[in-house]
């Protein structure tokens, strides 16, 4: 199949675009370049080959551009709530807008099949003690998990019978990545263990949160992909697994144990109330051949692996290319971004 892959350079695409072309697929990276100088490690069992690769903004994306292709997998969105926070209209511009921008001109190519990067937390604040499920009500918190819901009402409005849109809620993601992202709960807990040899959490650690490792992802997308239509078509998908919905705290407890001698301190109940726990069963019954390999403890050993290989110290841990909020700061403050975060040079 031939395919485009939004985001490729970022932490997902840039373990995606490798994973897919080794399963037979042609793939075309398209990144804007936010993220670029950030690369943590090498492996060349991670990341074989980096696929060409088109320089541009989703937002500025043509029909054009996207002739030929029978299917795009679209990633590149401002990520984390923290900085979507840090900007709701710019979040609301690209997030939002932008996506249904290229959805639009996907169907307007020919595409067959658009694969859309949505996220659990759009669930916001569950129900109690029972998991959530793709049926579920959505009560999303932040400008990011709003703009999440909003792309999948206005592109599944766009589904014909030559365009199939499918979109996949992931659970929190986590693992080692060449494009390495600490600001997300596991992979910052680890960075905070190997770095400073204790875990000192603002929060008592009691919301529920649900984890995939990135290879998982990967590997959903590939199954969404190459299932047939039937089973796709106008669908959504929490991506994860049940056994890795954990309490923050036992999120921390696990980092912690893979750390022999950390120290872990919580903190107090914290005005965050977004929390809930994700029934994953549909992904599992629906989407051929999808099954998750990883967990939380063997994601958190894996990333101790890597960081002990690296010498992982905490200049490397607190640079600005590993936290998205912090690239992007600098990349305006130097003026090297304009007021709507397009290139200014």
């Excluded at 994973?19 to 804007?32: E, K, M, P, Q």
């Excluded at 000192?200 to 995939?212: E, F, H, Q, Y």
Aim: aromatic share 8%.
């Amino acid at each position: 199949m031939k395919l485009l892959v939004t985001g490729s350079e970022g932490y997902i695409g840039c373990l995606l675009t490798p994973y897919l072309r080794a399963r037979g697929h042609d793939v075309t990276g398209l990144d804007t370049g936010y993220y670029r100088d950030g690369w943590l490690f090498n492996d060349n069992t991670l990341v074989p080959q980096v696929p060409e690769t088109i320089n541009k903004d989703v937002r500025r994306v043509e029909v054009a551009d996207l002739r030929g292709y029978e299917a795009v997998v679209h990633l590149a969105e401002l990520s984390n709530d923290p900085l979507c926070e840090n900007s709701p209209e710019l979040t609301f511009e690209i997030n939002h807008r932008g996506s249904v921008h290229l959805a639009a001109m996907a169907k307007a190519a020919g595409v067959q099949r658009f694969v859309y990067m949505s996220s659990c937390s759009v669930y916001g604040i569950g129900q109690g003690s029972t998991p959530v499920d793709e049926t579920s009500p959505t009560h999303p918190q932040t400008a990011y998990a709003q703009c999440k819901l909003m792309v999948e009402h206005d592109v599944a409005a766009l589904a014909s019978s030559q365009f199939s849109p499918t979109f996949m809620r992931n659970a929190t993601a986590y693992g080692a990545s060449p494009r390495m992202r600490f600001d997300i709960v596991l992979n910052n807990l680890c960075g905070l263990a190997a770095t400073t040899g204790k875990i000192v959490m603002t929060s008592d650690g009691t919301p529920w949160r649900p984890l995939v490792h990135v290879l998982d992802i990967s590997e959903a997308i590939a199954c969404a992909l190459e299932a047939p239509k039937t089973a796709i078509h106008n669908e959504i998908f929490n991506v994860g697994h049940d056994a890795d919905n954990h309490q923050v705290r036992d999120i921390a407890r696990i980092v912690a144990s893979v750390y022999p001698g950390c120290e872990l301190q919580l903190g107090q109940a914290s005005s965050d109330n977004r929390s809930y726990r994700v029934n994953f069963a549909k992904i599992h019954r629906q989407l051929p051949g999808f099954e998750c390999h990883w967990n939380a403890r063997q994601g958190a050993q894996q990333l101790h692996d890597v960081f002990a290989r690296i010498g992982l110290d905490a200049a490397t841990f607190n640079a600005r290319p590993f936290t998205r909020l912090k690239r992007l700061k600098n990349l305006s403050e130097t003026g090297q971004l304009d007021e709507h975060l397009a290139w200014a040079m």
